[in-house]
């Protein structure tokens, strides 16, 4: 499976997007969380294609960044657009 992450590299994104790396539960924090996962998980799996189990956690957490943007759209539409400019998540 891909790599864990460390206490160190979770307070380091949730401090830059959270505000404070105590700051766990922002909806930015989280969405940039998942994004690191993804990008780690999508590394392992271009490598290892045949590990089922990493591709469904791989898709859940796909689902999860997705309903959290789609929260934070209809939210504030303002820091949606910062937030997939700063993650290069879609080129829009």
Same mark, same amino acid.
Request: hydrophobic fraction near 30%; glycine fraction near 4%; charge should be positive.
């Given at each position: 499976? =891909? *790599? ?8 380091? !994104? %949730?401090? *830059?997007? @959270? @505000?404070? *790396? $105590?700051?766990? @539960?922002?909806?930015? #924090?989280? !969405? =940039?969380? %998942?994004?690191?996962? !993804?990008?780690?998980?999508?590394? &392992?799996?271009?490598?290892? &294609?045949?590990? &089922?189990?990493?591709? /469904? #956690?791989?898709?859940?957490?796909? @689902? $999860?960044? +997705? ?5 934070? *759209? /209809?939210?504030? !539409? ?6 997939? =400019?700063?993650?290069?998540? +879609?080129? /829009?």
């Amino acid at each position: 499976m =891909a *790599e864990y992450l460390t206490k160190e590299k979770k307070q380091e !994104i %949730f401090a *830059e997007y @959270g @505000g404070s *790396e $105590k700051n766990s @539960g922002s909806v930015e #924090a989280q !969405i =940039a969380l %998942f994004t690191y996962r !993804i990008k780690s998980l999508s590394e &392992h799996l271009n490598s290892n &294609h045949k590990d &089922h189990s990493c591709r /469904k #956690a791989l898709l859940q957490l796909v @689902g $999860k960044r +997705r309903r959290l943007l789609t929260y934070l *759209e /209809k939210k504030d !539409i303002q820091k949606y657009r910062d937030l997939i =400019a700063k993650l290069e998540i +879609r080129s /829009k």
